[in-house]
């Protein structure tokens, strides 16, 4: 059984860093498809950032400059750093996993997800 826990959301000013984290189980992240995701209020779910099975990084252009992902195998857990953080980064984050290696940016290709946490960026 796959499970995907994050953590690390919270209120931050703009301005500010959070780092989230989505410790995994039942796979070893090294070897799949890893993907942040996020939803704001009457929106659709979006892609963040991602990393394939070879380590290779893709970012959003929203977030590309601020936000990293990395990953930890020794922990099997997957990190999104979160710099700069403004407004319109408020949302709730998906950590997200995909049964194969490479990263797709379509929600609807990542088969087990997170429960979310919320990141609110005050102005």
């Known amino acids: 059984q796959v499970q995907l826990v994050e953590s690390g959301g919270g209120l931050v000013q703009a301005g500010g860093s959070l780092r989230l984290s989505c410790a995994a189980s039942?796979?070893?992240?090294?070897?799949?498809?890893m993907g942040w995701f996020r939803q704001a209020p009457g929106k659709e779910r979006e892609f963040v950032a991602g990393?394939?099975?070879?380590?290779?990084?893709y970012y959003a252009d929203s977030v590309k400059g601020r936000f990293t992902i990395s990953r930890d195998n020794a922990k099997n857990t997957v990190y999104l750093q979160m710099n700069s953080l403004k407004p319109e980064d408020t949302a709730v984050y998906y950590c997200?996993?995909?049964?194969?290696?490479?990263?797709?940016?379509?929600?609807?290709?990542?088969?087990?997800w997170g429960q979310g946490t919320q990141v609110t960026v005050s102005s």
């Open positions: 039942g796979r070893t992240v090294n070897n799949y498809a």
């Open positions: 990393m394939s099975g070879n380590g290779y990084t």
């Open positions: 997200a996993l995909r049964n194969a290696k490479l990263v797709i940016t379509r929600s609807r290709e990542y088969h087990y």
